[in-house]
């Protein structure tokens, strides 16, 4: 017979008229969070979810943390709602050190209240996790225990502080970031469409696409497709299109017209603007 690694757990139920204890009222939360936490660690795994990005440089005497979120291997959610500075291991010795987040076996009162019948007790408690250092050797027994110390960095520390910038290679993320996907379209009145290419015979038209409200970092995979009407009478406007001049924050759309040159030469802007041509585009950025 196997053993199971999952929990049962008991939800509360209620019936009018039942008198309700602090026991049952916390039976209840403590059962939504058994669940929560079963999920997390189910489906999600453990690690760095977002945020809680690191800094600090050769020389300096503390690492700067920012507010994040990630989830150990219990599914517990390690929540830093604000910046912290922690300072470097006052240590002489140039050795290795790792700074982790980890979840608290205490929590934080954070109010108390009194009670009707001479009682009081905690009523507003806060899950506080740490951000603390540890030695890659284990000095003083205190070792990276994996899945519950999540790692954020690595550094080399000599003489109470940085002998080399932080290393983020250590870093436990909870998954690979995904692409950043952006899209949109021009609008048709306003797309301006000129001779393609620049120089020499004319054998299409194209027009510049701005992708700035994107805020692309980098130059993404852009994809682009031309819409609107393709005739005017018995003249068809149409063609293979392909993007050139590929940048971060643009692109040139660029429709090689299957017609005759004479033709081609007397395409004006304003007549495909009349056409409602116009560039759907979709960008995607990948870290």
């Given at each position: ?7 049962s757990?008991?939800?509360?139920a ?5 008198r ?5 009222l916390?039976a ?6 058994a ?26 005497q ?10 150990d ?12 500075d922690v ?41 506080v996790?740490?951000v ?50 952006w ?29 700035a ?33 590929a ?41």
């Open positions: 017979m196997t053993t199971s690694p999952l929990t757990f008991e939800r509360t209620y019936f009018d008229g039942q309700l204890t602090a026991a049952d916390t209840a939360a403590d059962y939504s969070r669940l929560r936490q079963l999920h997390n660690r189910a489906l999600h795994g453990w690690g760095v979810v977002t945020g809680l990005g690191v800094s600090g440089a050769r020389g300096a503390s690492v700067s943390v920012q507010p994040g979120l990630a989830l291997c219990g599914g517990r959610e390690l929540l830093l709602t604000q910046a912290q300072q470097v291991p006052p240590v002489a010795e140039e050795a290795s050190w790792f700074l982790v987040i980890r979840g608290l076996s205490d929590e934080l009162t954070t109010e108390n209240r009194m009670g009707v019948c001479d009682t009081d007790g905690a009523v507003r408690l806060l899950d996790p740490e603390r250092w540890l030695s890659a050797t284990g000095k003083d027994g205190a070792q990276v225990r994996q899945g519950l110390d999540v790692v954020l960095a690595e550094a080399t520390v000599a003489g109470c502080k940085l002998s080399s910038d932080l290393d983020l290679d250590a870093r436990q993320q909870l998954a690979p970031e995904q692409p950043y996907v899209a949109g379209e021009t609008d048709a009145d306003s797309t301006s469409w000129r001779r393609w290419p620049a120089q020499g015979a004319q054998l299409g038209v194209m027009a510049t696409v701005s992708t409200e994107a805020g692309f970092r980098s130059v993404p995979s852009y994809q682009a497709r031309l819409s609107g009407e393709r005739s005017k009478g018995s003249t068809v406007f149409d063609g293979p299109v392909h993007i050139e001049a940048a971060a924050d643009s692109f040139d759309f660029c429709v090689a017209l299957t017609m005759a040159e004479a033709k081609v030469k007397n395409i004006k802007s304003d007549l495909l603007q009349k056409l409602g041509w116009r560039v759907v585009w979709m960008g995607v950025e990948t870290q």
